[in-house]
C-alpha cells in the first residue's frame, strides 16, 4: 500500500478495506488499465453522432474526422469543454451562495443572517451601490441582486475584474478574453464546440481562457465574498486533520462536497441539546462532525472543525465502520460511496437537487428551512449509531493540528493592515517569492507525495506558499501548517514565520477561495504599480484531476501567473496546442503552463521562474 500514498492513516485503512473486501478508486483504477491512449492523448471526439472520431497519433490512419475537423481543433475542443465545465461548477455554486444572500436579505432564510456587516459594505461599495443611512437587509438585497445579474451581464466586463491591474485589464481587452457575463462565456464555450462552428484551435483556446477568468474573477469570487459575508470572514483557527478526527464513542457525522450553506447549518444542529441528549440515549458521548474536502475547508476555515481527510480519503472514512452519515451536495463525491457504505452501517445522504446518487438516502436541502433539515439529517445520523459492527470499527489514531483560516483579511491584519510589511520582505529577498498550491488527489500518483515534496522543497528555498482544496488539506495532514513547520524553512522565511507567528504554509481555503490569492495578487501589483506577470509568484497543481481544476490553472495562467501541472493533461495529441500552452501563452499573456510529474524538478522550475521575475524587477541586482 506504500506506493499509493504516503499517509500513513491512508495505508492502513487500505489495508482493512482490503481485509473487509472493500474495493477503492485504486483497485477501480488498476482495473481500467491500460487506460484509452486515445483519451490520454485528447484525441477522441463525441461532439456529433456521425462519430465517434478519433486521430491516429502515429500519423499512419486517420488525420481527420467525418466533418474535416484535424487534431488541433478536437484536442482544443475538448479542452475548452473541461474549462467550461469546470468553470460551470464553481459558478454555480456562486450563485448557489448568492441566492442565499438574496433569500436572506428578503428574510426567507432566517436561519443565514448577515455576519460580516463590514465586508458587506465594503462589497457594496466596489460595486457602486449606496451603503449611507441603510439598514444591512437594503444593501444585501442590492447587492445580491447585482451580483446575480453579473450571471447574465449584458456588461462588456464583470465588476471584479476592476480588482485586475490595468495593464494586465488592457491585454484582455486586447485578445478579447475580458470576462462578460458569468453564464454567456460557458454558454460560448459550448457552442463554440459544437460541430462546425470554431475550428481554430487558438480562438477556441482564447475563448476558453475568458470562460475560465469568468470563473476566477466571476462565479468563484463570487462563491469566496459573499460565503464570508454570510458565514464570517476566516481568521486564523486552530483544529485537527486526518481520519484520527473520528471518534469511536461518538456520533460520526462527515459533510463532503464543497458548498458551505448546509455544512454551517449541521455543525450548529450538532450542538443542539435535544440532539445531545438524543445522542447519549443511545450510547454515544456526543456528535462529532468532521469536514471531508472543500465543505471541509470552508468549515475549519470558519470553525477548525476537523477535517478527516482530501479526496482519495473518503472512502476510507467509511471503511473506519465508525461513520454514522456521510452527507454529501456538490462536487468530487465518488457515486461509489453508497455501495461502500453498504459494506458497514453507514448512511450516505444526498442533500442537493442536482447531485443525487443511486443508493444514497436524498434529504433535500432547503436555504428556506435549514436548521430544519441540518436537524433533520443530524438525528437520522445519531439513530443510525445503534447499527454500528463494532467488530467493523477500527479507527487509527493519526492526526495532526493544523492552523488554518487566512483570508485576504486576516493576512492584513498579521501584517499590521497593509500589505507592505509582505512587499518588504519579498524585496529584502527573506521571502524569494510566493507559491500557491492547490488542487486535488489523484490514484494515477502516490497520495500526498508531490504536494508535500513541492512544499517543502519551496519552503526551504524560502518561498512562502499559500494553499487550498486538497493540497492544502496535505499539508495540514503532515504538519506543514503549523507555525512550528517554520523549522523546516530555509533561513529568511523561517525568521518571516518567526516574527509574524505564522506557518510557512499558509491554508487559504477551499477551491473557490483560489479567488482570495488572485485577490492578493492583484493587490501586490497594484501595490507596485506592475502587471501581475511581472511578480516572483508561481502556482501549481501537483496531483490534479478535475475538470474545475483545469478552469482554475487556465484562468491562473490568463491572470499572469506560471503554473506547473503535476499529472499530465489530455492535450498532448495536438503538438500546436500543446506548443501554445506551454510556450506561446507566454507571447500572449505573459504566462505559461508547464507540465512537470517530478514534484522535486517541479519546485525547481517555480524556484528558476520566481528568480528571473526578481531579477526583471531589480529586486536581486
Ligand atoms: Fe467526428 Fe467531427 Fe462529429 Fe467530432 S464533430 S464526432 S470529429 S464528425
Ligand atoms: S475538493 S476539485 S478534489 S481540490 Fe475542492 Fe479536492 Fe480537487 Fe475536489
Redesign the pocket.
Given at each position: 500500500m506504500t506506493e499509493r500514498s504516503v499517509d500513513r492513516a491512508t495505508i492502513k485503512m487500505l489495508k482493512k478495506a482490503r481485509s473487509d473486501g472493500v474495493s477503492t478508486a485504486w483497485d477501480r483504477l488498476a482495473a481500467q488499465e491500460p487506460q484509452c491512449g486515445f483519451g490520454q492523448l485528447g484525441l477522441c471526439?463525441?461532439?456529433?453522432?456521425?462519430?465517434?472520431?478519433r486521430i491516429d497519433p502515429f500519423g499512419d490512419g486517420p488525420q481527420q474526422?467525418?466533418?474535416?475537423?484535424n487534431a488541433d481543433t478536437?484536442v482544443a475542443r475538448n479542452l475548452v469543454r473541461a474549462i467550461a465545465a469546470g468553470a460551470a461548477s464553481h459558478s454555480d455554486h456562486g450563485r448557489g451562495i448568492a441566492l442565499t444572500l438574496y433569500a436572506s436579505a428578503k428574510g426567507e432564510a432566517p436561519d443565514y443572517p448577515v455576519k460580516d456587516e463590514a465586508k458587506l459594505k465594503a462589497l457594496a461599495v466596489e460595486f457602486g451601490i449606496a451603503t449611507e443611512g441603510r439598514s444591512v437587509q437594503e444593501i444585501a438585497l442590492q447587492l445580491a441582486d447585482r451580483v446575480l445579474d453579473e450571471f447574465g451581464s449584458k456588461r462588456s466586463s464583470l465588476q471584479f475584474v476592476n480588482r485586475v491591474p490595468s495593464k494586465r485589464r488592457e491585454l484582455w481587452n486586447k485578445l478579447g478574453i475580458t470576462p462578460r457575463g458569468i453564464d454567456r462565456e460557458v454558454v460560448e464555450c459550448m457552442h463554440r464546440t459544437h460541430?462546425g462552428v470554431d475550428n481554430d484551435y487558438v480562438s477556441l483556446v482564447l475563448q476558453g481562457l475568458r470562460a475560465a477568468l469568468s470563473d476566477g474573477w466571476g462565479g468563484s469570487m463570487v462563491a469566496t465574498e459573499l460565503s464570508d459575508v454570510l458565514f464570517g470572514t476566516p481568521k486564523p483557527v486552530r483544529g485537527s486533520c486526518n481520519l484520527g478526527v473520528l471518534k469511536e464513542d461518538m456520533v460520526n457525522i462527515i459533510v463532503h462536497g464543497h458548498e458551505p450553506t448546509l455544512s454551517e447549518v449541521i455543525v450548529h444542529a450538532a450542538r443542539d441539546r435535544e440532539l445531545l441528549e438524543e445522542a447519549r440515549k443511545r450510547g454515544a458521548a456526543g456528535i462529532n462532525v468532521c469536514g471531508m474536502c472543500c465543505t471541509g475547508n470552508e468549515i475549519l476555515m470558519r470553525h477548525g472543525v476537523p477535517v478527516a481527510g482530501n479526496f482519495l480519503q473518503q472512502e476510507l472514512a467509511v471503511v473506519t465502520g465508525a461513520v454514522e452519515a456521510v452527507v454529501v451536495d456538490i462536487q468530487c463525491i465518488y457515486p461509489s460511496l453508497p455501495q461502500v457504505a453498504g459494506c458497514y452501517h453507514t448512511k450516505v445522504i444526498s442533500t442537493s437537487p442536482k447531485a443525487k446518487f443511486p443508493g444514497a438516502e436524498h434529504i433535500p436541502f432547503d436555504e428556506h428551512n435549514a436548521v430544519g433539515v441540518a436537524r433533520r439529517i443530524v438525528r437520522t445520523a445519531v439513530e443510525n449509531f445503534t447499527n454500528r459492527k463494532p467488530e467493523l470499527v477500527n479507527i487509527r489514531s493519526d492526526r495532526q493540528d493544523y492552523v488554518a483560516g487566512f483570508s485576504v483579511e486576516a493576512i492584513l491584519e498579521a501584517l499590521g493592515g497593509s500589505l507592505d510589511p509582505l512587499l518588504d520582505v519579498v524585496k529584502s529577498g527573506a521571502v524569494k517569492g510566493i507559491v500557491a498550491v492547490v488542487g486535488c488527489n489523484n490514484p494515477k500518483y502516490k497520495q500526498d507525495y508531490s504536494h508535500l515534496t513541492f512544499v517543502r522543497e519551496l519552503i526551504k528555498r524560502d518561498a512562502l506558499v499559500v494553499g487550498t482544496g486538497c493540497a492544502a488539506i496535505a499539508c495540514a495532514k503532515a504538519g506543514l501548517l503549523l507555525p512550528e513547520a517554520a523549522q523546516e524553512a530555509g533561513e529568511g522565511l523561517a525568521g518571516v514565520c518567526r516574527a509574524l507567528g505564522i506557518p510557512p504554509v499558509l491554508h487559504m481555503g477551499s477551491c473557490v477561495d483560489i479567488s482570495r490569492i488572485m485577490t492578493v495578487a492583484a493587490a501586490m501589483a497594484n501595490a507596485l504599480g506592475v502587471d501581475i506577470a511581472d511578480l516572483p509568484l508561481a502556482a501549481a497543481a501537483p496531483e490534479w484531476m478535475s475538470e474545475k481544476a483545469v478552469s482554475i490553472g487556465a484562468y491562473v495562467v490568463a491572470s499572469g501567473i506560471f503554473t506547473i501541472l503535476g499529472t499530465v493533461p489530455p492535450v498532448l495529441g495536438s503538438k500546436n496546442l500543446a506548443e501554445l500552452l506551454t510556450a506561446g501563452a507566454t507571447r500572449v499573456v505573459g504566462a505559461a503552463f508547464a507540465v512537470e510529474e517530478d514534484p522535486v524538478a517541479a519546485a525547481q522550475l517555480a524556484i528558476k521562474h520566481i528568480a528571473a521575475k526578481r531579477k526583471a524587477l531589480g529586486l536581486d541586482n
Open positions: 471526439c463525441r461532439n456529433c453522432n456521425m462519430g465517434p472520431c474526422g467525418v466533418c474535416g475537423a478536437i460541430v
